[in-house]
């Protein structure tokens, strides 16, 4: 049934299925079901209204 679905023949390998027409610069973000936000203020400094989503680029790592 799986071979069916994926349309593969036994002998090849098994990837995740993406469309044939995928765009490379597309993201897939979830539903934010959130009610914690940042003020309207503070989120538009850090790029996002949700805590969880908030995960500043620290180059080399955190060097603490």
Do not use: R, W
Not at 29 to 39: A, E, G, M
Not at 40 to 49: E, R, Y
């Amino acid at each position: 049934m799986i071979d069916e679905i994926y349309n593969l023949n036994k002998s090849e390998k098994i990837i995740p299925p993406i469309p044939k027409d995928a765009t490379v610069t597309m993201a897939y973000v979830p539903y934010q079901n959130d009610d914690n936000l940042y003020s309207s203020d503070h989120g538009f400094v850090i790029g996002t209204m949700f805590p969880t989503l908030n995960k500043p680029f620290k180059g080399c790592g955190d060097k603490k």
